[in-house]
């Protein structure tokens, strides 16, 4: 089984919302951390948000109040949905997951394959 497999990515007008899953492994979902990564073109890789073990969750500034985590032990499954997409939140998007929470790539264990997001203005 493959440890994260995202879906849900694809292309959008500006303004538009789109909703990320990520199904994790049993031995995947287990971890602390789960989280959410994106990289565009040419960048570094920039994390977006993770959820911890106890539900607690933390969002990069740049996106605050428009992109929310979850996830659904029951599915192992972990979400984002993010509304009022914008030409900047273009990128891949990969699921992380991992024993440390921080929006920082080093710290996470698992990495998805990604899946593409595309941000038209």
């Known amino acids: 089984q493959v440890p994260l497999a995202e879906s849900g990515g694809g292309s959008v007008q500006a303004g538009g919302s789109l909703r990320l899953s990520c199904a994790a492994s049993?031995?995947?979902?287990?971890?602390?951390?789960l989280g959410w990564f994106r990289q565009a073109p040419g960048n570094e890789r920039e994390g977006v948000a993770f959820?911890?073990?106890?539900?607690?969750?933390n969002y990069a500034d740049s996106v605050k109040g428009r992109f929310t985590i979850s996830k659904d032990n029951a599915k192992k499954t972990l979400y984002l949905q993010m509304n009022s997409l914008t030409p900047e939140d273009t990128g891949m998007y990969s699921c992380v997951a991992g024993y440390f929470c921080e929006l920082v790539a080093k710290v996470w264990a698992y990495w998805g394959q990604g899946t593409q997001v595309t941000v038209s203005s």
């Open positions: 959820i911890d073990g106890d539900g607690y969750t």
């Open positions: 049993e031995n995947t979902y287990s971890s602390y951390c």
